[in-house]
């Protein structure tokens, strides 16, 4: 059984995402990773943080930050088409 988090999150306004096994921060990060082609160095390197803060997320040993989240969906956004859908479930 996985507990459910709510997770804060600042962007355009307060927002509350719920955060499920299926829904998760954690899955976003590896998701968007695995979208871009991108190793986890070099995901975190785009995002301007380390490399433990990627593998610690992906594998579930902490949620990324509200400001994690905001830096994760403002990359989806410059994504276009292509980050719609993960936009559409995570946010």
Not at 9 to 22: D, F, N
Not at 23 to 43: C, D, I, K, M, P
Not at 44 to 57: D, K, M, P, Q, Y
Not at 59 to 78: D, H, I, T, W
Request: aromatic content about 8%; some cysteine; glycine content about 6%.
């Amino acid at each position: 059984m996985v507990a459910t988090q709510e997770i804060q999150l600042v962007s355009r306004g307060t927002q509350l995402i719920s955060s499920s096994c299926e829904y998760s921060g954690n899955h976003l990060v590896r998701e968007l990773r695995f979208r871009l082609g991108l190793t986890q160095e070099q995901f975190a390197a785009e995002l301007g943080v380390t490399f433990a803060s990627i593998n610690r997320w992906e594998n579930r040993k902490v949620q990324p930050s509200p400001m994690a989240l905001k830096l994760l969906r403002q990359r989806l956004e410059q994504m276009g088409d292509r980050g719609t859908d993960l936009l559409d479930r995570y946010f």
